[in-house]
C-alpha cells in the first residue's frame, strides 16, 4: 500500500464551480499537510500548509485535514481557468525531518 | 536571477553519455534537494543536503551522483543512464534553519531528461 494516495484525475470542472481535491495516507503518524501547486512547464509551489488537524483558509482555498479518517481536502471555491494545474498533496511526520511523502498529484482542468 | 534556477530545462542523452545538471538558488537557503518527477507518480525524493552536508540518500542508484559545492549550488551528475531514468529532475531549497517539513521547500523549473 503506497503511503499517500491521490487520484491523478484529470478533474474536468466549468469555471465558478466548487472544486474538492482529496488525498488519503496510511501513516497515522503524519502531523504536517501541505498542498502545492504545479502548472506546465514549473516546478511545484507551496499553496497550503496545515499543521494536524482542522480546517484552514486562504481566500478562495480551503485545507481540511480529519486525522482520524486519514484523509486530507482542498476546495476551491468559485474556480478560474488560471487554477488548471496539478495539486500534489504532501506530508510528514516530525522525524522525517525535511522529507516530504508527495502523492502522484491530481490534474485539474477549469474551462471557460 | 530570483528563486530557484535549474540549468538545462531539457536534456537528450544516450546511455553512454555523461551530463550534469545544475541548481542555483538566490533565497540565502541552507538546505536543497533533488527530486525525481515521473508520469502519474509521486514526487520522489533523492537526495538532502543540509548546509553543504548530505543528509538523505533515498536509495538512488550510483549513477546518480550529487555534488554541493556551497549551499547556493547543487549539481546532479549523470552517467550511464537507462531509458526508465528519464522524468523531471526537480531541485528545490529550503532555509534549512528550523528544520523539518515545517520549512516550505521552493522548487525549481525543473530539467526535462530523455534518455535514449
Known amino acids: 500500500q503506497k503511503e499517500v494516495e491521490q487520484d491523478p484525475g484529470p478533474l474536468s470542472v466549468p469555471e465558478g464551480a466548487i472544486v474538492s481535491l482529496n488525498c488519503t495516507y496510511s501513516?497515522?503518524?503524519?502531523?504536517?499537510f501541505m498542498w502545492y501547486r504545479q502548472y506546465s512547464r514549473k516546478g511545484p509551489e507551496l499553496l497550503m500548509y496545515?499543521?494536524?488537524?482542522g480546517n484552514k483558509e486562504d481566500g478562495r482555498f480551503t485545507a481540511q485535514v480529519d486525522k482520524s479518517s486519514k484523509y486530507i481536502s482542498l476546495f476551491i471555491r468559485d474556480s478560474q481557468p488560471s487554477d488548471s494545474a496539478t495539486y500534489l498533496c504532501?506530508?510528514?511526520?516530525?522525524?522525517?525531518?525535511?522529507?516530504?511523502?508527495f502523492g502522484a498529484g491530481t490534474i485539474l482542468r477549469v474551462k471557460s | 536571477e530570483t528563486g530557484v534556477t535549474q540549468t538545462p530545462r531539457h536534456l537528450v542523452m544516450g546511455m553512454t553519455n555523461k551530463k550534469s545538471l545544475k541548481c542555483e538558488q538566490h533565497?540565502?537557503?541552507?538546505?536543497m534537494y533533488w527530486y525525481k518527477q515521473s508520469a502519474k507518480k509521486p514526487l520522489e525524493l533523492m537526495f538532502v543536503?543540509?548546509?553543504?552536508?548530505?543528509?538523505e540518500n533515498n536509495s538512488v542508484p550510483s549513477r546518480f551522483s550529487p555534488e554541493c559545492p556551497n549551499s547556493s549550488h547543487l549539481f546532479l551528475h549523470l552517467h550511464t543512464l537507462q531509458p526508465e531514468d528519464s522524468a523531471l529532475y526537480l531541485c528545490?531549497?529550503?532555509?534549512?534553519?528550523?528544520?523539518?517539513?515545517?520549512?516550505?521547500?521552493?522548487f525549481g523549473p525543473g530539467t526535462r531528461l530523455l534518455v535514449l
Open positions: 528545490a531549497s529550503s532555509q534549512g534553519q528550523v528544520g523539518g517539513p515545517r520549512e516550505t521547500q521552493y
Open positions: 501513516n497515522s503518524a503524519f502531523q504536517y
Open positions: 496545515t499543521y494536524s488537524s
Open positions: 504532501a506530508m510528514s511526520p516530525p522525524e522525517y525531518g525535511n522529507k516530504l511523502v
Open positions: 533565497l540565502g537557503h541552507n538546505a
Open positions: 543536503y543540509n548546509f553543504k552536508e548530505q543528509t
